[in-house]
Nanobody, 124 residues
């Protein structure tokens, strides 16, 4: 069973920055994709950014140029650097892991995982 623990949320003024971290623990050999989703009140959960183990990235249009996702594969950790935050970025941010390999030989996948969420509030 893979567990994801997020940290780094909080209250920030418009134009400010925050850095989120998410560490995966458990029986893990590798993780194909790690990413961040967010859910604002009354809205559906949406992809913010994701990154493959090989370094390929995908961003929501609304965060391109402001947010940067990065990974430390050796630590099974993913980060989200958020700059130039605005009130529309206010949401609960969730870490996600897809394609979790729990055994190398034979190659065995575990369940996808979600973190518990961390609140990001952008307000003056």
């Amino acid at each position: 069973q893979v567990q994801l623990v997020e940290s780094g949320g909080g209250l920030v003024q418009p134009g400010g920055s925050l850095r989120l971290s998410c560490a995966a623990s458990g029986s893990i050999f590798s993780i194909n994709f790690m990413g961040w989703y967010r859910q604002a009140p009354g809205k559906q959960r949406e992809l913010v950014a994701e990154m493959s183990s090989g370094g390929s990235t995908n961003y929501a249009d609304s965060v391109k140029g402001r947010f940067t996702i990065s990974r430390d594969n050796a630590k099974n950790t993913v980060y989200l650097q958020m700059n130039i935050l605005n009130p529309e970025d206010t949401a609960v941010y969730y870490c996600n892991a897809v394609g979790v390999v729990i055994r190398r030989f034979p190659r065995t996948y575990g369940s996808d995982a979600w973190g518990q969420g961390t609140q990001v509030t952008v307000s003056s």
